[in-house]
């Protein structure tokens, strides 16, 4: 194909336009989900492989640190094997790989494949923007975008509903099985209606060694931050050389990249001072963030008795509230300094996060999921005007590079954020518990309950229970304290940056 022809042919007309439409809005849909969907059913994979709940995250934190690194590859691979084949493959991978993480007998097997599943997954949600660009008319690009974007905002807030009501109505397995179909017919949607819009390729080469540096540095530095409280962090050996291996990679990386002439990941858009303070914002709220979603459901399931469906509910309303705020800010994002309203939104979640430092093991539901909706208002106050700023900082020939390492850093955030959090939650949770059972007069209690016919080693488990939810607790308060003032500080460094003095093209945000 050459590339007049490909920039010629006309977008696609009548019903193949509605069903090619549908098969790119259902993809992105299925791939920010799994994103999510995974977080309310660790503790039921957790119970179920026999390992702990630590453990049980990295779960989330390898699908998150797989797509990452594929998303800067996203270019290069539709410009060597063309954009529809690129992304039928990858639909079919990720098919494929979800089968296997629902087979997994193992949490090593579990983790691999949800690496591979991040790995197909990664290219699918910039891939589906690109061709509904393609397939549509300039006229209608901007109501494309909408529903395409419609479905990025829908999915967080059914993955925790899906995920709990699946893991408890029949197993955790089935929340991988359910992309198998989903899948296998946006593979072959792809195959039959969008072959006549492929891209033409090219030899083109790629940053080997940038890529390899990438992937040495990055999973040195993630397994130390999973595996690193259980082996008692910097006094095992194994850890430091992690710790030794992941600096010295990202130095050699950052190097490298810099003097590359085609990076994997194009360091250049850093000299500009809005951007790097905007990613720099970005990065540090959304990891605070999107730790708590994972936490959330652990402690609701674990300590307050809560069913992963009830706890999916619960996380569910802060996508109900994003849903309805999303287009007024829009709106006001063309209107308001960018800047006042990203640091309004990071504020907005540091004071979700006070809300949650009051929770205790009394809370009823709507205690627990108020916090969550009102979380929801604040949440498109920081996505969409913190893109336009960053965006708009770079050169118009620089955007596409500059949303792709933004995409990479944002995701990279979320996962190490995740692996820090519950990390310290533990910690937390340890340490209070040592407290607790310091001050902890138990004499009265256990007069009371060996009178109603406990044995004393029923009382010592009751107690034991009570102590381990309370520390639980108070570790989930102190997790939340130390995350609003993160917010805090990531929402007065916004100010650093210059306000733009551009728009940003429709769409670029996702």
Not at 173 to 186: D, G, S
């Amino acid at each position: 194909m050459t590339g007049s022809k490909a920039e010629t042919m006309a977008p696609l007309t009548g019903v193949p336009l509605i069903l090619a439409g549908v098969v790119l809005a259902l993809t992105n849909f299925m791939v920010v989900l799994d994103t999510t969907i995974a977080n309310v059913s660790v503790p039921h994979i957790s119970g179920s492989l026999g390992i702990s709940g630590s453990q049980g995250t990295w779960i989330i934190t390898s699908y998150a640190v797989a797509e990452a690194v594929c998303v800067p590859l996203t270019g290069w691979l539709a410009g060597r094997f063309g954009t529809v084949r690129t992304f039928t493959f990858g639909m079919i991978g990720f098919g494929v790989f979800s089968t296997l993480c629902g087979l997994s007998t193992s949490l090593g097997m579990l983790v691999a494949c949800r690496i591979g599943q991040g790995l197909c997954g990664g290219p699918l949600m910039p891939l589906s923007q690109t061709l509904l660009m393609r397939i549509f008319k300039p006229e209608q690009r901007a109501q494309a975008m909408g529903v395409w974007a419609m479905t990025t905002v829908v999915a967080p807030i059914l993955g925790p509903i899906l995920g709990g009501t699946i893991s408890d109505s029949w197993s955790w397995h089935w929340i991988f099985f359910i992309n198998i179909p989903v899948a296998a017919l946006c593979a072959f949607g792809a195959m039959r209606l969008l072959a006549r819009v492929e891209t033409p390729t090219e030899q083109l080469r790629v940053d080997r060694v940038g890529l390899m540096l990438m992937l040495l540095w990055i999973g040195a530095l993630q397994i130390m931050l999973d595996l690193g409280r259980e082996h008692d962090w910097f006094n095992d050996g194994t850890i430091v050389s992690l710790a030794v291996v992941a600096v010295i990679g990202l130095l050699v990386f950052l190097a490298w990249e810099g003097t590359e002439a085609q990076p994997i990941v194009d360091l250049r858009v850093f000299r500009h001072r809005g951007f790097t303070v905007s990613v720099l914002s970005l990065s540090f709220a959304f990891a605070t963030f999107f730790s708590s979603a994972v936490i959330i459901p652990q402690w609701l399931q674990l300590n307050m008795g809560y069913t992963a469906t009830d706890a999916g509910y619960a996380t569910a309303f802060t996508g109900v509230a994003a849903v309805i705020m999303s287009p007024i800010v829009a709106k006001l994002s063309t209107k308001v300094d960018p800047r006042l309203l990203v640091c309004f939104g990071i504020l907005w979640l540091g004071f979700t996060s006070l809300l949650r430092v009051h929770w205790n093991s009394q809370a009823d539901f709507w205690s627990l999921a108020f916090p969550q909706m009102l979380q929801g208002f604040g949440m498109p106050f920081f996505f969409i005007p913190l893109t336009t700023l960053a965006l708009a900082s770079v050169d118009p020939r620089e955007v596409a590079s500059a949303a792709g390492v933004m995409s990479f850093l944002r995701t990279m955030a979320g996962a190490i954020g995740t692996s820090v959090s519950t990390t310290m939650w533990d910690d937390q949770s340890r340490i209070a518990r040592s407290e607790i059972v310091a001050r902890l007069n138990t004499d009265g209690t256990a007069d009371s309950l060996t009178a109603q016919g406990f044995s004393l080693d029923q009382v010592r488990a009751i107690v034991a229970q009570l102590v381990d939810k309370e520390a639980s607790s108070l570790a989930t308060s102190h997790v939340f304290l130390l995350s609003a003032f993160v917010f805090v500080a990531a929402a007065m460094i916004i100010w650093l940056t210059p306000r733009p003095r551009r728009a940003v093209g429709p769409g670029a945000a996702h």
